[in-house]
T-cell receptor, first 109, second 112 residues
Framework: RKEVEQDPGPFNVPEGATVAFNCTYSNSASQSFFWYRQDCRKEPKLLMSVYSSGNEDGRFTAQLNRASQYISLLIRDSKLSDSATYLCVVNSGNTPLVFGKGTRLSVIA | NAGVTQTPKFQVLKTGQSMTLQCAQDMNHNSMYWYRQDPGMGLRLIYYSASEGTTDKGEVPNGYNVSRLNKREFSLRLESAAPSQTSVYFC???????????FGSGTRLTVV
């Protein structure tokens, strides 16, 4: 089983739609979790950290389910500018972060 | 601007040539990392340095060497470039523990 698994997509959604991505991780000792955004031919950038209680940043909501070992990202009212690849990232302490391969989102006018 | 700086941004090498990719961060981070990214493969860890003076192999270290010159700088060297090393290379740094990475803008390397 891969350490971090994501549906590669692509998810093609119309503007204004709500879209959700899930990610599963295999290491139950993982301590912290992140969603990164990567635009085409650019470096990944931190979108948001994921906290046990769930957290929201504007149109973006991240949730963590430790029992089932999955993380989710919800994007509401999608914008054209949300088109990107979203990387699920897991941290097990003082070791390198583990990246999923990413889920590609295309928001269509 | 504060962050991670990579040089060069683009490079074309001939097979067998050598080169060093430079990375510097000005955030006083302890850990630094080198990744490569190929289409459909995601980010793959080449080498990392958990702290100044230490380096460790990642998932795909063959054909590469690294030097943690000081706390700020972490270089990646290709001694004899091969076409299979054509890729986008990202350097990243992290403070410690449960924090995320800050990435540099990448080096696009083509080996012909």
């Amino acid at each position: 089983r891969k350490e971090v698994e994501q549906d590669p997509g692509p998810f093609n959604v119309p503007e204004g739609a709500t879209v959700a991505f899930n990610c599963t991780y295999s290491n139950s000792a993982s301590q912290s979790f992140f969603w990164y955004r990567q635009d085409c031919r650019k470096e990944p950038k931190l979108l948001m950290s994921v906290y046990s209680s769930g957290n929201e940043d504007g149109r973006f909501t991240a949730q963590l389910n430790r029992a089932s070992q999955y993380i989710s990202l919800l994007i509401r009212d999608s914008k054209l500018s949300d088109s990107a690849t979203y990387l699920c990232v897991v941290n097990s302490g003082n070791t390198p972060l583990v990246f999923g391969k990413g889920t590609r989102l295309s928001v269509i006018a | 601007n504060a962050g991670v700086t990579q040089t060069p941004k683009f490079q074309v090498l001939k097979t067998g040539q050598s080169m060093t990719l430079q990375c510097a961060q000005d955030m006083n981070h302890n850990s630094m990392y080198w990744y490569r990214q190929d289409p459909g493969m995601g980010l793959r860890l080449i080498y990392y340095s958990a702290s100044e003076g230490t380096t460790d192999k990642g998932e795909v270290p063959n054909g590469y060497n690294v030097s943690r010159l000081n706390k700020r700088e972490f270089s990646l060297r290709l001694e004899s470039a091969a076409p299979s090393q054509t890729s986008v290379y990202f350097c990243a740094s992290r403070d410690r523990g449960n924090y995320g990475y800050t990435f540099g803008s990448g080096t696009r390397l083509t080996v012909v």
